[in-house]
């Protein structure tokens, strides 16, 4: 039916663009508009001399679109994902022929692997080539003498991996969106495995690849849904189906955060830029956000926008609002470089954001509440980074605490960060007229160090971290502290200023 629909269509925009234009072919007398040539639109097109290639390592389009990527994006992809493993993989051991450097048989490296249809196609015509596909009616393709039982049992795979993936999305949904647990292990194919099994009412063989806490919540669930349980018996071998679609799920949630990370750090810049130009059209903050500062902090290609409202001392004042941003990327090459550690400013910008959000996910609040200390939660996450930049351990564990300890410490210095113009007069302006001041924030112990050696603790009465206090705001323990240090100071005759309406606004409350 779709497809009927998407056909007519696209008769109707080729009828109307040959009875307006009076062309004869609507595709091939179509102009482009970038290159002014026959045969297609625009510089999508890939045929058109301008069109750029997706690569791995583009910085964002920012334009909300997906596109379908290259054989060599892929392979790119692929070849960092590797040397990601690569660190854990040497102390593994085989579940199917017990040799160490792979997990299990999917391993190419295994002696009972099974060939994927690539690997086949590979191992007899070689690598240079070329597949192509051609669909074909199910009774032409198969024997009329097995039809009817082969799509019996293709109905039934099908039918039996979706009613389990769906219940086990369902648990899954409502145990990280009810209890607000934020764990990695939805990341990996293992932990769905082991959900799935759940769901079939079964054991979860590999229990190690659940979070703590989570059997006891499936208990209390399945008392409460008795339907969440698949009861159906699975037919031999549609494990491998569920074992492909549990792939597609962690995939899936991955997606959900990387995809979206670019789009969360375009509004914190837009947010950032509106609020030091209050009134600034919001059509310029986003000129200035998506062409200029969100490709200088990725280091892109930023472009300044142009007009009247774009001056020179305005672009002065972004570039120190993105300073902080920026620096944070290029601070990490650099004491890199330092030991010998070679790693470009793009491969650490591409996975900083995914390792800081994924140790955010294992560890919340710097893993204070798992017996963590603040270094070394973000010892864990400058590993990690390195790691999936393509890092090999031989390269980074011998050199590595040094390279930690001085990005720790370096970050605790004047260096490192920024303050905009107007902060000292107004702190000066604040004390003169006797406002008793501190600082509360969700950030480690490293703050108070930071104020005093941007020289700002002389205007601060007080600093609380939450990392010491052990409560993050919104929490309401934190800012009855503050209030106490104060000097039992009421609440009516405090005020808080902040940068977030839930943690700063509403969490005072």
């Not at 629909?5 to 307006?20: A, H, V, W």
């Not at 099908?158 to 939805?186: G, W």
């Not at 390195?386 to 031989?394: D, L, M, N, R």
Request: aromatic residues 10%; proline residues 2%.
């Amino acid at each position: 039916m779709f497809k009927h629909i998407i056909q007519k269509k696209k008769e109707q925009t080729i009828n109307k663009r040959k009875s307006i234009e009076n062309i004869d072919d609507a595709f091939k007398d179509m102009v482009c508009k970038d290159c002014q040539e026959t045969g297609h639109a625009n510089k999508s097109y890939y045929k058109c001399k301008y069109y750029k290639e997706a690569s791995a390592d583009d910085v964002g389009t920012s334009a909300g679109r997906k596109r379908k990527q290259s054989s060599g994006v892929k392979q790119e992809k692929q070849k960092a994902k590797r040397q990601k493993t690569a660190a854990s993989s040497s102390s593994v051991i085989c579940t199917s022929c017990k040799q160490t450097g792979h997990k299990s048989s999917r391993s190419p490296d295994c002696s009972n692997h099974m060939l994927s249809k690539n690997e086949v196609f590979s191992r007899n015509l070689g690598q240079q080539f070329k597949t192509f596909t051609r669909k074909l009616p199910f009774d032409q393709c198969v024997h009329s003498s097995y039809q009817s039982a082969l799509k019996s049992r293709i109905v039934s795979a099908c039918e039996d991996t979706r009613q389990v993936v769906f219940r086990a999305q369902l648990f899954i949904n409502q145990y990280t969106l009810n209890l607000k647990v934020h764990s990695n292990h939805i990341f990996k194919q293992n932990f769905w495995y082991s959900i799935c099994q759940l769901v079939m009412d079964k054991r979860a063989t590999n229990s190690a690849a659940l979070p703590e806490g989570l059997l006891e919540n499936w208990n209390l669930f399945r008392q409460s849904h008795r339907s969440i349980i698949y009861t159906k018996n699975l037919a031999s071998e549609t494990s491998r189906c569920l074992s492909e679609a549990c792939v597609q799920l962690a995939t899936v949630y991955t997606n959900c955060i990387v995809e979206n990370f670019e789009a969360r750090l375009l509004k914190y810049l837009s947010y950032l830029i509106q609020n030091t130009f209050v009134s600034m059209t919001y059509q310029d903050v986003k000129k200035i956000a998506y062409d200029y500062c969100y490709q200088s902090v990725c280091k892109g290609e930023p472009k300044w926008p142009q007009g009247a409202t774009f001056t020179q001392e305005t672009k002065t004042t972004v570039d120190e609002a993105c300073l902080p941003l920026q620096q944070l990327i290029t601070k990490q090459v650099e004491e890199a470089a330092r030991y010998g550690i070679k790693v470009t400013k793009n491969e650490i910008t591409d996975h900083f954001g995914q390792a800081y959000r994924k140790q955010q996910l294992k560890a919340p609040f710097y893993g204070i509440k798992q017996g963590m200390t603040p270094q070394e939660w973000w010892k864990e996450l400058v590993y990690a980074t390195f790691s999936s930049a393509g890092v090999h351990p031989k390269e980074l564990d011998p050199n590595f605490d040094q390279l930690y300890n001085a990005l720790y410490n370096r970050f605790t210095t004047a260096a490192a960060y920024s303050i905009f113009p107007d902060v000292v007069s107004t702190l000066e302006e604040l004390k003169t007229r006797g406002f008793k001041m501190g600082v509360i924030t969700n950030s480690d112990e490293r703050v108070a160090k930071v104020v005093e050696n941007l020289k700002l603790d002389k205007y601060f009465d007080f600093v609380l971290a939450s990392a010491d206090v052990g409560y993050e705001k919104p929490d309401k323990v934190i800012f009855d502290r503050a209030l106490k240090i104060a000097g039992d100071v009421s609440a009516e005759n405090a005020l808080h200023v902040g940068d977030d309406l839930n943690k700063d606004y509403f969490g005072k409350a």
